[in-house]
Structures are given as structure tokens and as C-alpha cells.
T-cell receptor, first 112, second 114 residues
Framework: KAGVTQTPRYLIKTRGQQVTLSCSPISGHRSVSWYQQTPGQGLQFLFEYFSETQRNKGNFPGRFSGRQFSNSRSEMNVSTLELGDSALYLC???????????FGSGTRLTVV | DQQVKQNSPSLSVQEGRISILNCDYTNSMFDYFLWYKKYPAEGPTFLISISSIKDKNEDGRFTVFLNKSAKHLSLHIVPSQPGDSAVYFCAASYSGGSNYKLTFGKGTLLTVNP
């Protein structure tokens, strides 16, 4: 059974650019969540999607956005990149019950 | 406002001994708690969880204890092995309302020395 797949694994962008990250959940999982991991802040919740609808959003600026497609795949977008956006972005999928979150390996974004 | 706290950034233990990782939370609405293990350049891997209706859950070498009155949980690893060396994250969630997220602590780096 394939796990959660995130692409790309590594990305280098320049300040002011925008970036799109992709996440393919485990087959059958309809919930996809995104987290940002930085050394100082740990893992912080960005947003969660279920059946193409955003159900919850963390405390991040509007430059961070996401969407989910009908096949449950999800993308997140960061516009007008800042140096502080450099982080590991993790996607997690879960079946529609409590717990059971499975994480992908993440996308390491570096903003220069 | 950090709702889940792991006050020990690091812990060093000898192989074969017990590792105890601690976690405190402030939000009394949390009713489900999880521990994840993370190696560098990989995503977190689920280890064990506990519902607030229990005070203990075991899975092999891993046991999680929950003290609701103290808003405290701990992960015990017995016996500790060098392969357990990783960052351990405590996470919490609650099942009510429109909450569909995990709130994580900042992690504890466990080093198990041979």
C-alpha cells in the first residue's frame, strides 16, 4: 500500500517568488492536512481539507493557501516567498476517523 | 500560546535502560493524544496513541501514560535501543466541533547510547 507522496522533495526559491507543493494521500484517505516544521517552532498546522473543502485553517498569513482535488490529491501554494518560509512542509492523510494520521516525507523549501 | 509543551529539548539514555519522554498540555478539551517519532529528512512516524478515557496504553516496548488531572502524558520506552534515537513529538487533538488538526509539542531529541 503506497504511503503519502509529496513532491518535490527539495526546492530552492528566491524571495518574492511563489511555490506550489503537491501531496498524494494514501488511497482511500479523504482528509489531507499540511504542516510546517521549522527548528524554532516545531510542527505547526497550516490547513486541512476533506472532500475538496477546507475544514480548518491555522494561524498563517493569506500568502499560504491550498486546495484539494476530487481524487483527494492536494496542493499548497505560498506566494511572495519570504526568507522565513524556509521550512520542511509536511502533508498528512487520514481516513475519516480520529487519529490515523500518516505523514509524507515532506518538501524541504529553501528561500534565498 | 503553546498548548502542548515538551519541556526537555533533549534526553540521553544508555542502551537497555528506560527512556521517559514527557509532555504537558493546557487545553482541557484535548481528548486524544499521539506520539510520533521523526528521523532527519523524513516525515513523522506514528508510534502510539491514547484516548482520554484511558490512562495507559501499551504497544510492545512503548507505553503511554495519561494523567488528565495533571494534564500530563509520558512515553516510556523499555528497553531503549540505539535505533530509537530520533526526535519524539507529542501531539493532541479533540474530537468536537470543527477541529481536524493535531497540535504538536516542539519535540524531544532522544539519544540512546550503545
Amino acid at each position: 500500500k503506497a504511503g503519502v507522496t509529496q513532491t518535490p522533495r527539495y526546492l530552492i526559491k528566491t524571495r518574492g517568488q511563489q511555490v506550489t507543493l503537491s501531496c498524494s494521500p494514501i488511497s482511500g484517505h479523504r482528509s489531507v492536512s499540511w504542516y510546517q516544521q521549522t527548528p524554532g517552532q516545531g510542527l505547526q498546522f497550516l490547513f486541512e481539507y476533506f472532500s475538496e473543502t477546507q475544514r480548518n485553517k491555522g494561524n498563517f498569513p493569506g500568502r499560504f493557501s491550498g486546495r484539494q482535488f476530487s481524487n483527494s490529491r492536494s496542493e499548497m501554494n505560498v506566494s511572495t516567498l519570504e526568507l522565513g518560509d524556509s521550512a520542511l512542509y509536511l502533508c498528512a492523510s487520514s481516513p475519516p476517523h480520529e487519529g490515523g494520521y500518516t505523514f509524507g516525507s515532506g518538501t524541504r523549501l529553501t528561500v534565498v | 500560546d503553546q498548548q502542548v509543551k515538551q519541556n526537555s529539548p533533549s534526553l540521553s539514555v544508555q542502551e537497555g535502560r528506560i527512556s521517559i519522554l514527557n509532555c504537558d498540555y493546557t487545553n482541557s478539551m484535548f481528548d486524544y493524544f499521539l506520539w510520533y517519532k521523526k528521523y532527519p529528512a523524513e516525515g513523522p512516524t506514528f508510534l502510539i496513541s491514547i484516548s482520554s478515557i484511558k490512562d495507559k496504553n501499551e504497544d510492545g516496548r512503548f507505553t503511554v501514560f495519561l494523567n488528565k488531572s495533571a494534564k500530563h502524558l509520558s512515553l516510556h520506552i523499555v528497553p531503549s535501543q540505539p535505533g530509537d534515537s530520533a526526535v519524539y513529538f507529542c501531539a493532541a487533538s479533540y474530537s468536537g466541533g470543527s477541529n481536524y488538526k493535531l497540535t504538536f509539542g516542539k519535540g524531544t531529541l532522544l539519544t540512546v547510547n550503545p
